[in-house]
């Protein structure tokens, strides 16, 4: 069985360009999660769907971010006008229970 | 606050040793707790968790231990090996609510051999 696939694996932007992530769930999961991981503020969950609805999404910032989960096999994660500080590694992950979330090997994404 | 507190920061173990890792947390909803190990480039792997109504689990040389009164978990590695040298993070979450994990910050060991 395939892990979680994301795509790129390294995407790097200007300031103000628009990156948009891709993450592919383990087959049959129903529960897909995104996470950022920095240096400084570690791993932080953003926002996550389940059977596809978006269940949660306090951990995302109110601006500029937005994620969407328009069938089960794949999720994407859209920064619009991005920013330095948005420079960081995206987790995405999958489960099928409120437990044992997969991840994804990430997506490093450098702001110029 | 969520908040789940993680040490040490960095740990160095001899090839052979065992390695204890520690975590704290407040929320008394929280009942999953799954231990993380994450090598360079790569995303986080889940290792092995534990779940409130157990105090400990066991997977090869990896134990898990969970004190519920106490708000504490450990997370023991007998024989560490140089293989094990990565970076650990302990996790919580409320199966009740939010499956979202809230994640320590982390401890980086080192095996030497």
């Known amino acids: 069985n395939a892990g979680v696939i994301q795509t790129p694996r390294h995407k790097v932007t200007g300031k103000g360009q628009e990156a948009t992530l891709w993450c592919e769930p383990i087959?049959?999961?129903?529960?897909v999660f995104w996470y950022r991981q920095t240096i400084v503020q570690g791993l932080e969950f953003l926002t996550y769907?389940?059977?596809?609805?978006?269940?949660?999404d306090s951990g995302m910032p109110k601006e500029r971010f937005s994620a969407q989960m328009p069938n089960q096999s794949h999720s994407t994660l859209k920064i619009q006008s991005t920013q330095p500080q948005d420079s960081a590694v995206y987790l995405c992950?999958?489960?099928?229970?409120?437990?044992?979330?997969?991840f994804g090997p990430g997506t490093r994404l450098t702001v110029l | 606050q969520q908040q789940v507190r993680q040490s040490p920061q960095s740990l160095t173990v001899w090839e052979g040793g065992t390695t204890v890792l520690t975590c704290s947390y407040e929320?008394?909803?929280?009942?999953?707790f799954p231990w993380y190990q994450q090598f360079p480039g790569e995303g986080p792997a889940l290792l092995i968790s534990?779940?409130?109504?157990?105090d400990k689990k066991e997977d090869g040389r990896f134990t898990t231990f969970f004190n519920k009164r106490e708000k504490k978990l450990s997370l023991h590695i007998i024989d560490s090996q140089p293989g094990d040298s990565a970076t650990y993070f302990c996790?919580?979450?409320?199966?009740?609510?939010?499956?979202?994990?809230?994640f320590g910050s982390g401890t980086q060991l080192t095996v030497m051999p």
């Open positions: 992950a999958s489960s099928t229970a409120p437990y044992e979330q997969y």
């Open positions: 996790a919580a979450s409320a199966s009740s609510g939010s499956w979202q994990l809230i």
């Open positions: 769907f389940r059977n596809q609805a978006p269940i949660d």
């Open positions: 087959s049959g999961h129903s529960a």
């Open positions: 929320d008394s909803t929280f009942n999953y």
């Open positions: 534990i779940l409130s109504v157990s």
